[in-house]
């Protein structure tokens, strides 16, 4: 990739910005000049309809070697484990059962097997529908091997990247994005990018978000500050390849993958301004909300984005991290308590001990509780939370996440296979026995 090397990369969601990978590219007063500077073409992507409010208006404008409408035409491509949207009651898929369901970490590459961000990609639970913009995706994707010459574009949905194993290198139409575990990259709706692995191998999960582009959720009493900061979501700087050669196109239109060959990189974008752009966030960045008091907040205090549905307060999914925190509440039992919920709750562990599950829930694997199906912490850490000394403690070394949605999550005939579900996750809860006793006399250290 080409780019000016005094033009850093620039921070702030929802910004409005402007990069240039040669000075004196971007037209000056206007958007579509006569003739763009350097014989380029002038093109715009757009995020939102036309008329969408000014707040929520998302759009750029890209000047390019080339349009992107030179390609070729497009042929069904095979990746039958990347789905969309679940089919009804009459279908042969498997019906997702009223349990709590938990994964072991998913397995890498079979030996021999060369699997790239694309081929590596496989559903594991889905919901809404793609065509009718709702609902999400879930997916992992077990990869050894950089795209090299090919590029997915994603006309279904933005997709929400959150590396697990091995860095990432993102190359969009707009530049270049590096994470490594604990980062998260978000690549909106019908822009190109490509995956390099520069540790030769990753695992990482990967929201597929059908819905309302996702956004910072509103803070409400916590106030202007507080949560995700938008100042640190970065934004690449203007980049372009140089060299000439076709490049293979996958796109996801419509619920399935297609194919063609055009004859020249979409990567071109020499310059570049506006607000619909790729982002990389770090979440040792997220200013963790917590009670300095008694009780445990909802989990809503852990929410970085937040894609909202047509009912106010309900989202169509948001993401939520559980990072390193300091825990000091009095009189309470700190983990995540016993509940059941109407959202549906996808979780994944990046790296550590989760504080609900200290056993069997492991880096790299994952957990899903539906709507209203019920959960909570295990046995282990039931006991040993009841009886801890309330002292200040910091949860280090950890990061888990969900994906939340308002929509039931269809488990995928591959992530229900015996061999990936962990069976004897439901026995974590075996041991809450019943102990009631009215006789007990209240603990007189606690408060009255």
């Given at each position: 990739?080409?780019?000016?090397?005094?033009?850093p990369?620039?921070?702030?969601?929802?910004?409005h910005?402007?990069?240039e990978?040669?000075?004196?590219?971007l037209?000056?007063?206007?958007?579509?000049?006569?003739?763009?500077?350097?014989?380029?073409?002038?093109?715009?992507?757009?995020?939102s309809?036309?008329?969408?409010?000014?707040?929520?208006?998302?759009?750029?404008?890209?000047?390019?070697?080339?349009?992107?409408?030179?390609?070729?035409?497009?042929?069904?491509?095979?990746?039958?484990?990347?789905?969309?949207?679940?089919?009804?009651?009459?279908?042969?898929e498997?019906?997702?059962?009223p349990d709590?369901?938990?994964?072991?970490?998913?397995?890498?590459?079979?030996?021999?097997?060369?699997?790239?961000?694309?081929?590596?990609?496989?559903?594991v639970?889905?919901?809404?529908?793609?065509?009718?913009?709702?609902?999400?995706?879930?997916?992992?994707?077990?990869?050894?091997?950089s795209?090299?010459?090919?590029?997915?574009?994603?006309?279904?949905g933005?997709?929400?990247?959150?590396?697990?194993?091995?860095r990432?290198?993102?190359?969009?139409?707009?530049?270049?994005?590096?994470?490594?575990?604990?980062?998260?990259?978000?690549?909106?709706?019908?822009?190109a990018?490509?995956?390099?692995l520069?540790?030769?191998?990753?695992?990482?999960?990967?929201?597929?978000?059908?819905g309302?582009?996702?956004?910072?959720?509103?803070?409400?009493?916590?106030?202007?500050?507080?949560?995700?900061?938008?100042?640190?979501?970065?934004a690449?700087?203007?980049?372009?390849e140089?060299?000439?050669?076709?490049?293979?196109?996958?796109?996801?239109?419509?619920?399935?993958?297609?194919?063609?060959?055009?004859?020249?990189?979409?990567?071109?974008?020499?310059?570049?301004?506006?607000?619909?752009?790729?982002?990389?966030?770090?979440t040792?960045?997220?200013?963790?909300?917590?009670?300095?008091?008694?009780?445990h907040?909802?989990?809503?205090?852990?929410?970085?984005?937040?894609?909202?549905?047509?009912?106010?307060?309900?989202a169509?999914?948001?993401f939520?991290?559980?990072?390193?925190?300091?825990?000091?509440?009095?009189?309470?039992?700190?983990?995540?308590?016993?509940?059941?919920?109407?959202?549906?709750?996808?979780?994944?562990?990046?790296?550590?001990?989760?504080?609900?599950?200290?056993?069997?829930?492991?880096?790299?694997?994952?957990?899903?509780?539906?709507?209203?199906?019920p959960?909570?912490?295990?046995?282990?850490?039931?006991?040993?939370?009841?009886?801890?000394?309330?002292?200040?403690?910091?949860?280090?070394?950890?990061?888990?996440?969900?994906?939340?949605?308002?929509?039931?999550?269809r488990?995928?005939?591959?992530?229900?296979?015996?061999?990936?579900?962990?069976?004897?996750?439901a026995?974590?809860?075996?041991?809450?026995?019943?102990?009631?006793?009215?006789?007990?006399?209240?603990?007189?250290?606690?408060?009255?």
């Open positions: 990739m080409t780019r000016d090397l005094r033009t990369p620039q921070g702030g969601f929802g910004n910005f402007a990069s990978a040669v000075p004196g590219t037209p000056q007063g206007r958007n579509s000049p006569q003739r763009v500077a350097h014989g380029l073409y002038a093109e715009q992507l757009s995020g309809a036309f008329t969408a409010p000014r707040a929520d208006n998302r759009r750029s404008w890209l000047y390019r070697r080339r349009p992107s409408v030179v390609t070729g035409a497009h042929q069904p491509y095979a990746q039958p484990l990347w789905l969309s949207g679940p089919g009804g009651p009459g279908s042969d498997p019906p997702a059962p709590p369901l938990r994964w072991h970490p998913f397995e890498r590459p079979a030996a021999g097997e060369a699997l790239d961000f694309v081929d590596g990609l496989v559903t639970c889905r919901n809404g529908d793609s065509d009718a913009q709702a609902g999400i995706a879930v997916h992992v994707v077990r990869a050894n091997r795209m090299g010459r090919r590029a997915l574009v994603n006309a279904d933005e997709m929400l990247i959150v590396p697990q194993q091995g990432l290198l993102v190359t969009t139409e707009l530049g270049v994005l590096d994470a490594a575990p604990g980062q998260v990259v978000l690549v909106p709706r019908g822009m990018f490509k995956v390099a520069p540790d030769g191998e990753c695992r990482a999960y990967v929201c597929e978000n059908h309302a582009p996702f956004r910072l959720p509103e803070l409400g009493p916590i106030g202007s500050n507080g949560l995700a900061n938008p100042r640190d979501f970065v690449p700087a203007a980049a372009f140089a060299e000439p050669g076709p490049y293979e196109m996958i796109r996801r239109f419509g619920g399935r993958s297609w194919c063609c060959v055009q004859p020249a990189t979409p990567f071109d974008v020499v310059a570049w301004h506006g607000n619909l752009v790729p982002l990389c966030y770090d040792a960045h997220f200013n963790t909300i917590g009670s300095i008091s008694f009780d907040p909802d989990p809503s205090i852990f929410t970085v984005l937040t894609s909202p549905s047509d009912t106010p307060g309900v169509n999914c948001d939520v991290i559980f990072p390193p925190r300091w825990m000091v509440a009095e009189d309470t039992f700190r983990p995540p308590w016993f509940h059941r919920n109407v959202m549906s709750e996808f979780m994944g562990l990046v790296r550590g001990q989760y504080d609900a599950k200290p056993e069997g829930f492991r880096p790299g694997g994952a957990s899903l509780h539906n709507a209203m199906v959960h909570g912490p295990d046995a282990e850490a039931f006991e040993r939370a009841s009886a801890a000394a309330l002292q200040p403690v910091k949860l280090v070394d950890t990061l888990a996440f969900m994906f939340e949605s308002r929509y039931r999550l488990p995928t005939a591959w992530a229900m296979q015996p061999a990936r579900l962990d069976a004897a996750y026995g974590c809860w075996a041991a809450l026995a019943d102990r009631f006793d009215p006789a007990t006399d209240p603990d007189p250290e606690l408060p009255a």
